[in-house]
C-alpha cells in the first residue's frame, strides 16, 4: 500500500499514521482496576454504527495507514465485527484484535478467520488463576483465556500475550513468559500499568516497588538472551504514534488525552482522518520539539522520547507542556519519589472498572 505525501496546514511534510486503533466500544465483562479507559465510559448507545466504522476503515486506508487494531472494552461485544474486518482484509488493512477473549468461542473464531483476521492479542491479568480472576472481576475468566488462546493457534493465526503488570503480580513475571512458551505465542507484551484513568485512581494499590520493577525488568533481560529467536519480548515500564477513535468517534492522539485541558478533540463525524491527522490542533498541540520546555529542546534524547508522556505530566504537575517528572532530569522528578512514598503505605480496595467511585 502506497504511503500518501502529506502537509500540516503550516506545509510541513508530514507522515501518515502507521496504525489506526478503533475502540469499537467501552462494554466489557471485565472490570480490571487499571483499564485505560476514561472513568466516565461510553454507553452502547453513543457508539458509533456499522456504516460510520466502515467509512472510517475506508478513510484509513485512503490516508496510507499499515495496521487496524480492534480494541475497546471488549471489541467482542460488537456483533458487526467480522463485518469491520472483512472490510479491512478487501482493503489491504493489516488487523490485529486486542481481546480479553472471555467472549471467544469457536463459532466466532471461525468467522473472524474467514473475514482475514491476520492477528489476536489476548489479555492476561496474571497467571494464578485466583488471582488472574480476582484483579479481572470475572469468575473463571483465567481458563477461558487458555482455552481462546490454544483455539489462536490451533486456527493458524499468530498469538500475542500482553500480560499487565503491577505490585499484585509482578513478582510472577518469569511465569508470565513460560505460559507464553507454553501456549506457543509469537510475542509477549510485558506491560506495567500506565497511571492515568482507572490505573491512576488505584496507584496506591498498583503501583510496584523500585526492588520490584528491577526484578521484573532482570526476570525479562534474561529471557530475552535466553529465548531469543524463538519469542519476542516486549518490555513496556511504567511512566508510537497512531490515531485512537473512541466508541462516540473522537479522535484522539492516545487514550488519555482527553484528562488534558484546553484541547478540543474533532470527530470523525464532522471531519475526516486525513484532515483530524493534517489540520487539528490536539494531534500537532505537541509534535516535534518546538513546544517543549527548554531543559528538553536542550535535551540529546529529544527526538527519542519527545519529552515523555504529555498525561503523566500534567497528571502529577498539573502542566502538559512540562517535562514528564518520570525523567531524571525533570525538575518535578521528585513527584515520582513522593508517589512511592504514597504507594508504600497500606494499599486501598481496587476500586474495580465500572463502579461508582
Known amino acids: 500500500m502506497a504511503r500518501h505525501a502529506l502537509k500540516d496546514v503550516a506545509g510541513t511534510a508530514l507522515e501518515p499514521p502507521l496504525g489506526l486503533l478503533l475502540e469499537l466500544t467501552h462494554r466489557c465483562p471485565l472490570r480490571c482496576p487499571y483499564c485505560s479507559n476514561p472513568l466516565q465510559l461510553t454507553l452502547s448507545s453513543g457508539e458509533l454504527d456499522t456504516a460510520i466504522w466502515l467509512r472510517v476503515i475506508d478513510e484509513a486506508a485512503d490516508l496510507g495507514v499499515l495496521q487496524l487494531h480492534f480494541s475497546g472494552g471488549e471489541p467482542m461485544a ?9 472490510r479491512a482484509a478487501e482493503r489491504g488493512l493489516y488487523s490485529n484484535l486486542i481481546t480479553s477473549a472471555v467472549l471467544l468461542d469457536q463459532r466466532r473464531m471461525t468467522a473472524l478467520v474467514d473475514a482475514g483476521l491476520d492477528h489476536i492479542q489476548i489479555s492476561f491479568q ?43 503480580n509482578v513478582e510472577r513475571v518469569t511465569e508470565m513468559i513460560a505460559l507464553g512458551q507454553e501456549l506457543d505465542a509469537a510475542r509477549i ?13 488505584n496507584r496506591r494499590s498498583l503501583l ?9 525488568t532482570a526476570a525479562v533481560e534474561s529471557a530475552r538472551m535466553r529465548l531469543k529467536g524463538r519469542l519476542t519480548i516486549d518490555y513496556v515500564v511504567p511512566d508510537y504514534f497512531a490515531i485512537n477513535i473512541t466508541p462516540a468517534g473522537k479522535a484522539l492522539p492516545c487514550h488519555a488525552a482527553e484528562t488534558l485541558p484546553g484541547l478540543s478533540f474533532p470527530s470523525i463525524l464532522d471531519q475526516s482522518l486525513a484532515s483530524i491527522w493534517t489540520e487539528s490542533t490536539a494531534f500537532s498541540q505537541y509534535r516535534g520539539t518546538a513546544w517543549m520546555p527548554s531543559e528538553c529542546r536542550s535535551c540529546v534524547r529529544r527526538e527519542i522520547d519527545w519529552s515523555g508522556c504529555r498525561c503523566q505530566a500534567y497528571a502529577f504537575t498539573g502542566d502538559a507542556a512540562r517535562a514528564d517528572p518520570a525523567c531524571a532530569l525533570s525538575a518535578d522528578h521528585g513527584l515520582m519519589s513522593a508517589a512511592l512514598i504514597e504507594s508504600a503505605s497500606a494499599p486501598r480496595p481496587l476500586a474495580y472498572r465500572g463502579r461508582a467511585v
Open 208 to 216: 510496584p516497588t523500585r526492588e520490584q520493577l528491577d526484578r521484573a
Open 126 to 168: 496474571d497467571v494464578a488463576p485466583v488471582s488472574a480472576d480476582r484483579i479481572a472481576g470475572y469468575a473463571s475468566g483465567h481458563a477461558r483465556k487458555l482455552a481462546a488462546s490454544r483455539m489462536v493457534r490451533q486456527a493458524g493465526l499468530p498469538l500475542t500475550l500482553n500480560f499487565v503488570v503491577h505490585r499484585q
Open 189 to 201: 507484551e510485558i506491560a506495567h500499568v500506565q497511571y492515568y484513568g482507572w490505573g491512576l485512581l
Open 78 to 86: 460488537r456483533k458487526d465485527l467480522p463485518a469491520l474486518v472483512r
